[in-house]
């Protein structure tokens, strides 16, 4: 099969396969203009951070404590079951690996690991609670 052709209610939709990698073409929509598109990240190294974009990890603050942020946009669980103990406490001792918590990003649940040595001195999210990229979820004193 090389081709294939759809026609419903007056919209035809043809797609075919061809010898030559042409990507030249472009789709023009009168109307308006649309933004360029963003990158995304790769979900191989959900804890490496991309250049310009803020790191799982930051630099301490005022207070001198290290902010361990979201890599991505989801739903904070400090457990991986309901019924589970969690995975850190407030005072807990943490080493670069350690899980610290589960962000469920489309049904996939990505296991954020500690990059730094520190006590945990914040839990700043509930358990089950929407989480931004870059919001604030942990605060370690090195």
């Given at each position: 099969?090389?081709?294939?052709?759809?026609?419903r209610?007056?919209?035809?939709?043809?797609?075919?396969?061809?010898?030559?990698?042409?990507?030249?073409?472009?789709l023009?929509?009168?109307?308006?203009?649309?933004?360029?598109?963003?990158?995304?990240?790769?979900?191989?190294?959900?804890?490496?951070?991309?250049?310009?974009?803020?790191?799982?990890?930051?630099?301490?603050?005022?207070?001198?404590?290290?902010?361990?942020?979201s890599?991505?946009?989801?739903?904070?669980?400090?457990?991986p079951?309901?019924?589970?103990?969690s995975?850190?406490?407030?005072?807990?001792?943490?080493?670069?690996?350690?899980?610290?918590?589960?962000?469920?990003?489309?049904?996939?649940?990505?296991?954020?690991?500690?990059?730094?040595?520190?006590?945990?001195?914040?839990i700043?999210?509930?358990?089950?609670?929407?989480?931004?990229?870059?919001?604030?979820?942990?605060r370690?004193?090195?």
């Amino acid at each position: 099969m090389d081709s294939i052709e759809i026609e419903r209610g007056g919209t035809r939709i043809r797609i075919a396969k061809t010898a030559s990698a042409d990507t030249g073409s472009a789709l023009v929509v009168p109307g308006g203009s649309t933004p360029p598109p963003v990158p995304m990240g790769s979900a191989a190294a959900p804890g490496l951070a991309q250049e310009g974009s803020p790191s799982s990890e930051t630099s301490p603050g005022d207070s001198g404590l290290i902010e361990i942020t979201s890599p991505m946009v989801g739903t904070f669980y400090r457990a991986p079951a309901p019924d589970a103990s969690s995975y850190v406490e407030v005072g807990a001792t943490v080493s670069p690996g350690d899980t610290l918590c589960i962000i469920e990003a489309m049904k996939l649940m990505n296991e954020l690991e500690c990059e730094v040595s520190g006590v945990i001195r914040e839990i700043c999210v509930e358990s089950s609670a929407p989480v931004e990229y870059g919001q604030v979820l942990f605060r370690v004193s090195p």
